[in-house]
């Protein structure tokens, strides 16, 4: 610790010590090692941790605060007690730490530890039980993890399963329910990090996306679907086969149909819902002069304007 333990505290100097015994619990459970990897976390608890040390101890504290001892518990230019050890660990010894009552006590509300022996469970890291900084840890779930998982459009309407890698390695069969929609969760559970000691795993939590389909598309539980259609079939009508999101039926197309205009099978998108067939008319790949002889007739008999009346509304 350097500096102000106060300030490593985040309290004022004012603080009550139960105030600077809940500030130091607060720390603890954001930045102790064993919670988190970040370098600047674990810088942050060794201070309040030492910073802690000092200012529990209502004698130590009275002296830091008259300015007989300094931040790191010098008097006089000499150290009241050593605190950095051999070994490298600042807190392996320090006032507070070890068989101290009242810092066991912090970590007992956070770890399970309790004074006097190990919780059932409880496992010792290889850092000297809570990261190097003595005491011992009960058995804790892993993290639940999120997951984006993309699927089909087919599979996402019709159900069925899709394979996933999972993040600790491995690949898994996730069965999709019927129906199921862009962004919806699937909860794995089990299947997300490893616990820690006989700590369950977490879950896993899979967001779903749903690939676009070349011919349909969704609205709510319906399917849309655009057919094209034929000059002739257009013309007269007619029946024609039409894909569905269960397999092709049998459409018919009324006489005299045009581009827009839609169709409605019932009860044949999602869970009950419809699908509607949009008809498209389209043109031969090549015009040949026997139908453009056959239109310059029909036309010059029976020519119409369908956009009649559209320059009146502009």
């Known amino acids: 610790m350097a ?134 840890r009960t058995d804790q779930r892993g993290d639940d993890v999120r997951l984006l998982v993309e699927i089909d459009f087919l599979t996402a309407v019709r159900g069925g399963r899709s394979r996933i890698t999972l993040p600790q390695g491995g690949t898994l069969d996730v069965a999709i329910p019927k129906g199921m929609r862009d962004g919806q969760v699937i909860r794995l559970r089990g299947k997300g990090a490893p616990g820690i ?17 070349p011919q349909f598309a969704r609205e709510g539980d319906d399917i849309l679907l655009v057919l094209p259609i034929s000059l002739d079939e257009a013309v007269l009508g007619g029946k024609v086969t039409a894909p569905t999101i269960d397999g092709p039926v049998n459409l018919t197309i009324p006489v005299g149909a045009t581009s827009g ?25 090549q015009v040949d002069a026997e139908l453009t002889a056959f239109f310059e007739t029909w036309r010059r008999q029976n020519a119409y304007d369908p956009r009649k009346g559209m320059s009146d509304s502009a």
């Not at 007992?108 to 809570?130: E, K, N, Q, W």
């Not at 169709?263 to 044949?268: F, N, P, S, T």
């Open 261 to 285: 205009q839609r169709l409605r099978l019932r009860g044949r998108g999602v869970n009950g819902g419809d699908q509607h067939v949009e008809l498209r008319i389209a043109m031969p790949v």
């Open 197 to 213: 000691g006989r700590g369950a795993a977490g879950d896993a939590h899979l967001e779903v996306r749903v690939a676009e389909h």
């Open 3 to 136: 500096g102000d333990p106060y300030s490593a505290l985040g309290v004022q100097r004012s603080a009550s010590a139960e105030d600077i015994k809940k500030a130091y619990r607060r720390i603890v459970k954001t930045d102790h090692p064993d919670l988190t990897q970040d370098p600047a976390a674990t810088a942050r608890f060794k201070a309040a941790t030492a910073a802690y040390d000092l200012l529990k101890d209502p004698d130590q504290r009275r002296r830091f605060d008259a300015g007989e001892i300094d931040d790191q518990g010098q008097e006089q230019g000499t150290r009241w007690r050593q605190r950095q050890h051999a070994g490298g660990n600042p807190f392996g010894d320090a006032p507070g730490h070890g068989g101290d009552p009242d810092l066991s006590d912090v970590f007992a509300d956070l770890f399970g530890h309790r004074p006097g022996g190990r919780s059932a469970g409880a496992r010792t890291t290889g850092f000297g039980g809570f990261g190097g900084f003595g005491g011992s």
